[in-house]
């Protein structure tokens, strides 16, 4: 009876888990746009490690690239973004261009975590 009643719960949140709502944007949301840094002085210096998001644009290690789509996940504490990127790949002659992800997650209004993947998150602060 207990195994019976484990398995109900435990299909009942796995099945919620699936179906969470995925919003796709074309582009950056506004409250994201803007130069955003590890630090403050980062932000005064010419330091290559911030990033730089527009509506369709990112600059940042991973190059200048042109956002093609930013996918919206609902997350514990705000939503959770996934930007796909595509880059001039210039690391092979064979392909013009790479794609990639950029996962990005607003910690408050002036603070966003960043990175490939949840792994490779960094903090970043808004620059004025």
């Given at each position: 009876m207990r195994i019976a009643i484990?398995?109900?719960?435990?299909?009942?949140?796995?099945?919620q888990a699936a179906i969470a709502d995925i919003k796709r944007h074309a582009s950056v949301p506004e409250a994201l746009q803007g130069s955003w840094a590890t630090s403050a002085d980062a932000c005064?210096?010419?330091?290559?490690?911030g990033v730089?998001?527009?509506?369709?644009?990112?600059?940042?290690?991973?190059?200048?690239?042109?956002?093609?789509?930013?996918?919206?996940?609902?997350g514990p504490q705000g939503p959770i973004y996934s930007?796909?990127?595509?880059?001039?790949?210039?690391?092979?002659?064979?392909?013009?261009?790479?794609?990639?992800?950029l996962v990005i997650r607003s910690d408050?209004?002036?603070?966003?975590?960043?990175?490939?993947?949840?792994s490779n998150l960094k903090t970043y602060q808004r620059c004025p």
């Open positions: 484990a398995l109900v719960v435990l299909i009942t949140i796995s099945s005064k210096s010419a330091d290559k490690s730089a998001l527009a509506a369709k644009t990112y600059a940042g290690p991973a190059g200048n690239c042109t956002v093609m789509w930013v996918s919206e996940t609902p930007a796909r990127l595509r880059c001039p790949n210039e690391r092979t002659q064979q392909q013009a261009w790479s794609e990639s992800n408050d209004t002036n603070k966003i975590s960043a990175g490939s993947d949840f």
